[in-house]
């Protein structure tokens, strides 16, 4: 299994499917701690996802790609 806790996204990042597959496995075999990361990820998004957020950080796509002529 190979995976990586990203500290500033509060986030693991998984590198292939079987990883993601365990982590399922291992969440339906406690639903305390599902119920509990489901809680914590309701925050995380609630907080760094606003529609405010997401409309800027389009609009600073579209303005990199304006600028700079890169592509995505």
Do not use: Q
Not at 37 to 46: I, S
């Amino acid at each position: 299994m190979r995976f990586e806790f990203v500290p500033e996204s509060e986030r693991i990042a998984y590198y292939a499917t079987c990883d993601i597959a365990w982590g399922i496995s291992i969440l339906l075999d406690d639903m305390g701690e599902a119920a509990l990361r489901g809680k914590r990820a309701r925050k995380l998004v609630e907080r760094h996802f606003t529609r405010d957020k997401v409309a800027d950080s389009t609009i600073d796509v579209y303005n990199d790609v304006l600028a700079n002529g890169r592509k995505y």
